[in-house]
């Protein structure tokens, strides 16, 4: 058997919290930090049969994105740069939570119910991590995981996520889909960057990196697209991680993070922790305010464009739809479906569950309202567009293609991709923004003693369990008018219950938000104080 003395290895690692149950869920594993080494070591023993069993590379990223610094995650990439399939996130949970005893045997099982033949299979796996102080040590673990299945690994010190899912796409492409290399995701979005915008006018962009993995990669990036956008970059790693600044904060508080005085026209941009999501605002001239442009306003914007290209191209019969999820803004879904006259499509939450659903499409565009999300095409759409080339439009629909990164959310591409189209159509942000008006909504969080006992239907709108839950919040729901909505949801990342409402005014919404918390609170065993 191949397995390099699992056991010596393992003994490095004992399951310490017994008591925790480690679930791989909306994003892969999260928790404290120091919870997580023997969750890493085994998720290496994983990665590496998943690539016998594919014959192909696969990534693990360390990482917990934009939860706090203390906390720590790993998200496991599928050989096609996506995430891991739903079939192996059961067996990830499984094997995390196997006794230390047990764990020899859980994988010998693992193995023979796989038909793995570990004799005639080669193991390959890619890792990366963020900045976060655990990241390192943990790295260490999960090497000795893929070490105790005779893997070979190749570790690519910090990147951002998306970076990792890119390289993981390239290398299993033959080069397909780019160079499977940092230097080459630089030199692929800047060219595409470069090519797709005007001479003309230069840009510039302040963005917030939220002291993650962000600030560093952007001042790689900088040097290749000087020539016609450049970049101030605050919280670069001298705050704590995701803390007053990020795009998380920037979207739950709707405001810019606390390091930041918003000068007029100026575009702003925050990044999460691993640079996998990104919101914009600005500070609007006529009422002073700040603005928030979110997932749902990327994706309107995409959508437009893409359309525009595609017809001046004649290529309107492409099918093309755009998927959000239940925080998407109601004024997004109206003007994506009445204005724009596209299909738009709600899935629960996890960019795992919008990018299986894009992909059903010729063209899916996806975004979640907290920044997180990208656009597919299909090989054949890819191919038709090619064959028109010779067209301007279709020109620009291929720099296009070559700007995104097709595998997952990525803040970077997006940040370019946004830039870009506002470039080509000579739109300043204020334009961009009036598309719609969002609705005013509120997001808000309850600690519960088991977030477990919440169950949903309906991509997450409606509420099963506790009994009686979904009927008490039906009645508060119509205490506040036609347009006032909400829906709870256990969170995938963080030990909470998160709450969503919308109301015809601010005021409205923050008061629903906070009714529906306290029913939360009562009916799901809630933690501290009321609202
Ligand atoms: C992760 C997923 C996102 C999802 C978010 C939800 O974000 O990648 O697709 O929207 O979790 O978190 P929760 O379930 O806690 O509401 P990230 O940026 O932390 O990887």
Request: charged residues 25%; aromatic residues 8%.
């Amino acid at each position: 058997m191949l397995l390099n003395n699992l056991n010596d290895y393992a003994k490095k690692y004992p399951n310490k919290r017994p008591d925790i149950h480690q679930q791989y869920g909306t994003a892969g594993f999260r928790n404290k930090a120091d919870t997580l080494f023997h969750v890493t070591f085994r998720t290496g023993i994983l990665a590496a049969l998943r690539s016998r069993s594919t014959g192909g590379i696969i990534g693990v990223m360390i990482t917990a994105s934009h939860n706090p610094e203390q906390d720590n995650g790993l998200k496991i990439i599928e050989p096609d740069g996506s995430m891991l399939i739903q079939t192996w996130e059961k067996l990830a949970t499984k094997i995390a939570n196997v006794p230390d005893d047990k764990l020899e045997q859980c994988v010998a099982d693992l193995i023979s119910e796989l038909n793995i033949n570990l004799e005639n299979t080669m193991a390959k796996v890619y890792l990366a991590r963020d900045t976060r102080k655990s990241s390192p040590p943990l790295s260490m673990a999960l090497i000795d995981g893929i070490k105790a299945c005779q893997g070979e690994y190749k570790d690519f010190g910090l990147l951002t996520t998306p970076q990792l899912h890119y390289i993981v796409r390239c290398a299993n492409s033959d080069g397909h889909y780019g160079v499977p290399s940092e230097q080459g995701y630089y030199e692929k979005l800047s060219q595409a960057f470069l090519r797709l915008t005007t001479k003309q006018r230069k840009l510039h962009l302040i963005v917030d990196c939220a002291n993650g993995v962000g600030a560093d990669k952007m001042k790689l990036l900088a040097p290749y697209l000087k020539e016609k956008i450049t970049f101030d970059l605050v919280n670069i790693g001298d705050g704590i991680l995701n803390l007053g600044c990020g795009a998380d904060f920037v979207k739950v508080n709707q405001r810019q993070p606390d390091s930041i005085e918003l000068k007029p026209n100026q575009h702003y941009a925050s990044f999460d922790g691993d640079a996998d999501r990104i919101v914009f605002y600005y500070r609007n001239d006529r009422d002073g305010k700040f603005h928030l442009l979110d997932g749902d306003k990327i994706a309107v914007l995409v959508a437009k464009f893409l359309q525009q290209l595609l017809n001046e191209s004649g290529l309107n019969e492409i099918q093309m739809i755009v998927v959000q999820t239940a925080y998407a803004n109601g004024n997004s879904t109206k003007y994506i479906r009445d204005t724009i006259q596209l299909t738009s499509d709600c899935v629960p939450t996890g960019v795992k569950h919008l990018h299986h659903r894009a992909l059903q499409s010729e063209i899916g565009i996806y975004f979640e309202a907290n920044g997180h999300g990208t656009i597919l095409f299909s090989e054949n759409v890819q191919k038709q567009i090619q064959q028109q080339r010779s067209n301007e439009n279709a020109k620009k629909l291929l720099h296009f293609i070559d700007l995104v990164n097709q595998t997952v959310g990525d803040a970077i591409s997006d940040m370019l991709i946004v830039e870009a189209i506002l470039d080509n159509l000579n739109l300043t942000i204020d334009e961009w923004d009036s598309f719609y008006q969002d609705l005013p909504n509120k997001l808000l969080k309850v600690a519960v003693k088991d977030r477990n006992v919440i169950t949903t239907t309906d991509a997450e709108r409606k509420c099963v369990e506790p009994n009686g839950l979904q009927e008490a919040i039906d009645k508060v729901v119509a205490e506040f008018g036609q347009q006032a909505r909400s829906f709870i949801r256990p969170s995938g990342t963080e030990d909470v219950v998160r709450i969503y409402t919308e109301a015809q005014t601010k005021e409205l919404a923050d008061k629903l938000a906070r009714k529906v918390g306290n029913l939360v609170y009562d009916y799901a065993d809630g933690i501290g104080s009321k609202f």
